[in-house]
């Protein structure tokens, strides 16, 4: 279920990545300013906040309104609120930088989501 929540997120990131990755290769590819790396850095560690307080918001409304116990609530929380929202960004992203625009970009991340999922 958490799955369905980080999702939407990367679909809406894959855009931005796009434009932010044409910039980069258009004007600072060639100064040399900063690498390839600080590009791809700077774009996963600005998505981790949206992550934590969608699927915290998400996460509440589905683990304690649902009634699921709650002595295991704080390691469900780590994995679906936490780790699962991020690796779905990376996935995204990573998809996303081999990808030519974004329509294909989001034709891949369906493509890969669709073995993840079953």
């Known amino acids: 279920m958490a799955t369905l929540s980080a999702i939407p997120v990367v679909l809406q990131t894959q855009i931005i990545f796009i434009n932010t990755r044409s910039i980069y290769e258009i004007r600072e590819r060639a100064s040399h300013m900063y690498s ?51 690796f779905y960004t990376t996935l995204g992203l990573a998809i996303t930088a081999m990808a030519p625009n974004a329509e294909m970009a989001g034709n891949l991340f369906n493509f890969v989501n669709s073995f993840l999922i079953n």
């Open 36 to 86: 390839w790396t600080a590009l791809v850095a700077a774009q996963i560690s600005s998505e981790v906040p949206f992550n934590v307080v969608g699927s915290t918001f998400f996460f509440i409304i589905w683990y304690f309104l649902v009634g699921y116990p709650t002595d295991r609530a704080g390691f469900s929380f780590l994995m679906m609120g936490i780790a699962l929202p991020c």
